[in-house]
């Protein structure tokens, strides 16, 4: 030190020279003090009350002159109306709130406001030209006449920490008197020429809102316009800032869709494509795929490293059809090269269309394709299919293999698991997290996703959300508890008709839709679509929905005598058939179920399955004569086997385990068990379960034997089933006679043909193996039913000469010019393409069969219904029993436009007329066919928009005539077994289904009503039949429009992809920047500025929104993202008015936070019942916890967790390992080690062991202010 050269007038921050030093120390000394800098840092103001004299003779004691060194706008600036002063302001909040300020420069800034407000420090602020210079003037005796006054630092030090303390500076110091009577000189005329600044420096203190008391927000950092749009729209949209890539295929209400999907993926892992049948769904989930597989939503694989992957699960009948939206054409030439593994460029009409694929896999409907990207070079991912049918026998490892496997699962016809019993319902949970707890995402589609209940909807939300219900509960919602506060109004509501309730029941509706199932499905019915979207166009052309009436055929007027005295026959005789074989299986009774979502036990009904087949064969009567018939065979023969079985062996009957030996020989030798299972599956109900079928068959015989034995007699056990044995023999006989009555006029309505030669047989039939039964030798046959494995017999098919719903269909397909003046309001449909729909197998077959013999000998109908180059009649067969292979083949030869079938046309022939059993009701595309027969009438009437849905689909131009039959007579009988259900069961709709709209729970019955309502359900156009078959309880879910927000962002997008054509690269530049907010200042007519916040849940986004203010009114709105325009429409402007600007984003911070406080209120958990008491319980002895991290995991999912889910597992759980012991209320732990690791393990084994505990916050991103 002692070597270095002495310069005592140099100031350069070396060591003992700093500025800050000099400073301080000649400030103490001075009266006056004067400082001219280029520019004020507030974060480097570091002067304290102890720098200052004690005592002022002159104020203000330090005068600043602030110049515009940095803050001086460029030339750009000026041209956008930059005003000095108020730029200045924003770069010094800006300074002061980028800046992590110490607590000691907090009260260095509370200090400098103090000087101001006690006038020692005045500032001023100049603004003619760039102030370049640095002056600290310091006047100890300013009024000194011959020696100097002061001195003066002049060099480059600005008044920042980094000037004053740290950075290279160059400085020198002056004392003559000369020197500093002419800096002072300098700066009064500098002082006199600047602006007043001292309130303005003041007020940019406060509102920086740096102090821990401002009430103020942070602004944040000033970018361009441009910019800012950038950054919000990116963060807006969570990095999906471009439309979809298949604008061409896609129609505007579709792409919303498409949009709305995958934001409701992002939130809930899962969303319901529900939007009505034709309306394009498959589509819309087609285009999830492709975006996803293109890298869109990255956040939805597990890592980086993993290319994206996609499961469908699908039914066997539609997995083709999906190939073909994603895979592309399947000609032979494709088919051969993509099963040696070949890589190539699947020529397809749809999605995907240039990329490249290849077959990895392909093993019984069972399917893998690797996608590749359009050059082939780069592998973008993986498609499989897999049918139903594999999945729902999956075991749990299989099943957990396929969830680390696939990314993205995407379920058709989701419908089919809105029961939570079966298999493929709990599959598919086991989907929903791969191992280490990353959550897959789920695309469910379905047209009626709510048929029963509220529960429908309810169990497919928990197919991708796991029993925390955490994306509910993060955003506050309580989602158990509104959907049983819903159940429990509603059954308050059929007890006792009450407007209160009936109020409190659509506001509950009301909170349901709006918080739940706007949450987390995509609907829009046919009607909402043409009143919202009326404007769509496909390939320039305007879109018109075809909405066909249907025509209502009464096959009335074709009665005959014969036939009308069957109907009479069995209306009065079906009700005496007791149905007594099924009695010796043990089953009387079957319980209907109302399903709970409480923790109470469901409410029973029990029902004597007797019922049930008298309406099982009333509907197929409805049907058609030759189904009832069909079943009425199968129901006597095997009450035959039972009858003479029992007739036979009673005798041999002398103990219970004999008896048990007879049933149970007579049972597979009747196969009557898979029968009862059917009947139960169509019904949705199930056995009795209190005891087992010997024990029931037991009771019955018991019951039968109370009846008939002697007085003052008694009788062993097994004497006493005997005589109940032989009761149950007169009901079999009694129950053989009746059945017999009904078939004898049944076969009085056959046709007979007798002699005819086995070629003939051969001929017919095509093949199939003749029929050998000679108890119907008379009769004109056309070959037999499949036999099923339950079969125990072999069924021809018949011809009736008496059969007026068959003459019916002749009559319309038929010459035209033959056709009945009976049906003159009913269109033919001669030479037209015709689906032909029926609900049963048996109906299929008898019609199939019944129009190829008459085809064959209208020889005037060959042109159209011949094929000359095969010889073959064409018309085709579908039901549940067709092959695969076989029913793909009958959709593409039928429809061959819409399924890419002209090759199979080409080497098969085509179809014109297609029967079908509701296999292909659903899923399929069959919008060649010109007109839908509806056989027998479904009386759910969703099912009949299916039907039609097949056909009338969007983009078909085509006007589809749809023709209903409608019963007549067989009306009678349905009513008749009905009438008497009613007496047994309030409300009939637990039988018959509630989605039927024949029928209504308080509803009288009667033929006339009955008749009516079917009626109403064959002449309503399909826009009116989806209104009129949605569930009362759906109807107050469908939501009244898209979001405008929805409308709005897909608006945005399109405009950034394809007006500004804007590219993924054009937002690189945002996607790296740090949180904001952002903001910017643009110039409008009208002053407005709109801010924009996300609101988090812990990590989980809850929230985002777009508030607007007036500043002249202060009114609030909020706003949708398409205001984000603004920034690239409206002039970049200089920052103006900063100080109300701030004032405003204050008025719209208090805002935010009363929302958050709302939802710090919603999230509130209260625990109930037995998990509270438990939760209590552990919470009073938590200091035995030795594992306090599995303690609080335990905790946290014991108060989490839907009590009326678990709280029938959790008790028996700890009772049954002697961990705890209940008294009333109370509960006693007993091990408390015991239940923590008990409780642990069962929580890990659900998955639920990762809820967290999760704050509210808000991240501010940006704003602007037009003005």
Not at 211 to 218: N, V
Not at 454 to 476: M, Q, Y
Not at 797 to 814: R, S, T, V
């Amino acid at each position: 030190m002692s070597n270095e050269p002495i310069a005592p007038s140099i100031i350069d921050n070396s060591l003992n020279r700093e500025v800050v030093k000099v400073l301080k120390d000649q400030l103490k000394k001075s009266k006056e003090a004067k400082f001219a800098i280029g520019y004020f840092f507030l974060s480097g103001f570091s002067l304290v009350k102890e720098d200052f004299p004690e005592n002022y003779d002159k104020l203000p004691f330090l005068k600043i002159v602030m110049g515009n060194e940095t803050t001086y706008p460029t030339k750009e600036e000026l041209v956008a109306g930059y005003n000095l002063r108020e730029l200045f302001k924003q770069r010094m909040i800006e300074d002061l709130q980028r800046k992590k300020l110490t607590e000691e420069q907090i009260q260095q800034l509370r200090s400098l406001k103090e000087f101001i407000a006690s006038n020692i420090i005045d500032v001023k602020l100049f603004e003619k030209s760039r102030l370049h210079a640095k002056l600290y003037l310091f006047l100890t005796n300013p009024e000194e006449e011959y020696s100097s006054p002061g001195l003066a630092i002049v060099g480059s030090s600005n008044f920042t920490a980094e000037g004053l303390t740290k950075n290279k500076e160059l400085n020198v110091l002056l004392t003559s008197r000369e020197e500093v009577l002419y800096l002072n000189n300098w700066f009064d005329n500098l002082w006199n020429e600047a602006t007043e600044f001292r309130e303005d420096l003041v007020r940019v203190i406060d509102f920086s809102g740096i102090l821990p008391e401002s009430p103020y927000p942070q602004t944040g950092e000033l970018i361009d316009p441009q910019t800012l749009f950038k950054y919000l729209v990116y963060k807006w949209f969570e990095g999906r800032v471009l439309n979809l890539r298949e604008r061409d295929i896609l129609m505007e209400f579709q792409e919303v869709g498409v949009l709305n999907a995958a934001n409701i993926a992002n939130q809930y892992n899962g969303v319901i494509l529900a939007d009505s049948v034709g309306l394009g769904k498959s589509f819309m989930a087609s285009a999830v795929i492709q975006e996803f597989l293109h890298g869109k939503h990255p956040s939805w694989i597990v890592n980086n490293e993993k290319d994206p992957t996609v499961l469908l699960i699908l039914p066997p009948s539609i997995i083709s059809q999906w190939e073909e939206l994603l895979i592309g054409r399947m000609d032979e030439n494709t088919k051969n090269k993509l099963s040696k593994r070949e890589k190539i460029k699947v020529v397809s009409d749809y999605f995907l269309r240039n990329n490249f694929k290849k077959l990895i896999k392909n093993y019984n409907n069972d399917k893998v394709y690797e996608i590749y990207d359009e050059k082939g070079d780069k592998l973008l991912g993986n498609i499989a299919f897999l049918s139903l049918g594999i999945f729902q026998n999956m075991k749990d490892e299989e099943l957990k293999r396929l969830a680390d496997e696939y990314d993205l699962f995407v379920i058709d016809e989701a419908h089919k698991y809105r029961n939570k019993n079966t298999n493929r319902w709990k599959n598919t949970r086991i989907l929903q997290k791969k191992s280490d707890n990353f959550p897959n995402k789920f695309l469910l589609l379905t047209a009626t996703p709510l048929n029963n209940s509220i529960n429908d909807i309810f169990n497919l939300i928990r197919l991708f959300i796991d029993d925390t219900f955490a994306p509910f509960r993060i955003k506050g919602i309580p989602i158990t508890d509104l959907i049983k506060k819903y159940r429990d109004l509603k059954r308050d509501l059929e007890k006792r008709d009450d407007d209160k309730i009936r109020r409190d029941l659509r506001k509950v509706a009301t909170e349901i839709k709006q918080k739940v199932l706007d949450e987390i499905m995509v609907l829009r019915t046919r009607r909402y679509i043409m009143e919202q979207f009326n404007d769509l166009k496909v390939n320039g052309r305007p879109l018109v929905f075809k909405d066909p009436k249907p025509y209502s055929l009464d096959y009335y007027p074709f009665y005959t005598k014969d036939y009308h005295s069957l109907i009479g026959t069995i209306s009065r005789k079906l009700d005496s058939i007791l149905f007594e074989y099924t009695k010796l299986y043990g089953i009387r009774y079957v319980v209907f179920e109302e399903e709970s979502v409480e923790e109470e036990e469901e409410k029973r009904h029990y029902i004597e399955i007797a019922d049930l087949f008298k309406l099982l064969l009333g509907k197929r009567l409805e049907s058609s004569i030759y189904p009832f018939e069909t079943t009425l065979r199968r129901i006597y023969e095997k009450e035959r086997i039972f009858y003479e079985t029992f007739k036979t062996q009673m005798h041999a009957i002398l103990n219970e385990k004999s008896l048990r030996d007879v049933i149970r020989e007579t049972v597979e030798r009747a196969k009557i068990k898979k029968e009862l299972e059917e009947v139960l599956e169509e019904y949705n109900v199930e056995e009795e379960d209190e005891e087992t079928w010997f024990d029931r068959v037991t009771r019955i015989l018991l019951e039968y034997a109370e009846n008939s034995k002697e007085k003052g007699r008694s009788y062993s056990t097994i004497e006493l089933l005997n005589l109940g044995l032989e009761r149950a023999l007169d009901n079999l006989k009694n129950d053989l006679k009746i059945i017999d009555e009904i078939l004898q006029e049944l076969d009085t309505l056959k046709e007979k043909e007798k002699g005819k030669s086995e070629s003939f047989w051969t001929d017919l039939t095509h093949k199939q193996e003749r029929l050998s039964l000679k108890e119907f030798e008379d009769y004109k046959i056309f070959g037999e039913i499949p036999k099923k494995d339950e079969d125990i017999i072999d069924l021809p098919i018949f011809c009736y000469h008496n059969d007026p719903k068959l003459e019916a269909l002749k009559q319309i397909i038929g010459n035209p010019s033959l056709k009945s003046e009976k049906l003159k309001e009913i269109p033919s449909l001669n030479r037209k393409k015709i689906i032909i729909f029926t609900q049963y197998r048996d109906t299929a077959y008898y019609l199939y069969h019944n129009l190829l013999d008459w085809f064959e000998k209208e020889i005037d109908l060959h042109t159209w219904i011949k094929d000359s180059k095969t010889d073959r009649i064409k018309i085709g067969l579908v039901t549940g029993d067709t092959e695969t292979s076989t029913k793909i083949n009958y959709i593409k030869r039928f429809s061959p436009q819409a399924n890419n079938g002209y090759e199979e046309v080409k080497r098969l022939g085509g179809v014109e007329i297609l029967v079908s059993t509701d296999a292909l009701s659903e899923g399929v595309n069959l919008q060649d066919a010109d007109a839908v027969i509806d056989y027998d009438l479904p009386w759910n009437p969703m099912v009949i928009v299916q039907r039609v849905g097949r056909v009338n689909r969007i983009g078909n131009e085509k006007d589809v005539t749809v023709i209903n039959f409608i019963p007549s007579d067989e009306i009678e009988v349905i009513v008749g077994v009905l009438t008497k259900l009613k007496e047994k069961i309030r409300d009939i709709t637990l039988v018959v289904g509630k989605e039927t709209k024949i029928l209504s729970p308080d509803e009288e019955i009667s033929v006339e009503t009955f008749g009516e309502k079917i009626r109403d359900i064959s002449t309503l156009s399909i826009t009116d039949l989806e209104q009129y078959g949605i569930s009362e309880d759906f109807k107050q879910f469908i939501p009244e429009g898209i979001p405008q927000e929805q409308l709005d962002e897909y608006k945005l997008l399109n405009i950034i992809q394809y007006d500004l054509e804007y590219t993924y690269d054009d937002f690189k530049d945002v996607m790296g920047m740090k949180e904001g907010p952002y903001y910017s200042f643009i110039q409008s007519d009208i002053e407005k500025i709109i801010s924009v916040y996300e609101f988090y849940r812990g990590k989980y986004k809850i929230m985002k929104r777009i508030m607007s203010i007036d500043p002249q009114s202060g009114k609030l709105n909020y706003e949708t993202p398409i205001v984000f325009l603004d920034l690239i429409k409206k002039r970049r402007k200089g920052p103006e008015k900063i100080e109300n600007a701030i004032d405003n984003l204050k008025a719209i911070k208090d805002e935010t936070e009363k929302t958050v406080e709302e939802l710090k209120e919603r999230y509130q958990q209260e625990q109930k019942g037995f998990l509270y008491n438990l939760y209590n319980a552990l919470l009073v002895e938590r200091e035995k916890a030795k594992d306090m991290q599995g303690f609080k995991i335990v905790m946290t999912a014991l108060q989490t967790i839907p009590y009326y889910l678990y709280s029938r597992e959790i008790r028996p759980l700890l009772t049954g390992k002697n961990l705890i012991e209940i008294n009333k209320n109370q509960i006693i732990i007993k091990d408390f080690s015991g239940v923590i690791e008990t409780l642990f393990d069962f929580f890990r084994e659900k998955g639920l062991t990762d809820i967290e505990s999760l704050k509210v916050r808000v991240n501010h991103l940006g704003w602007y202010y037009e003005v």
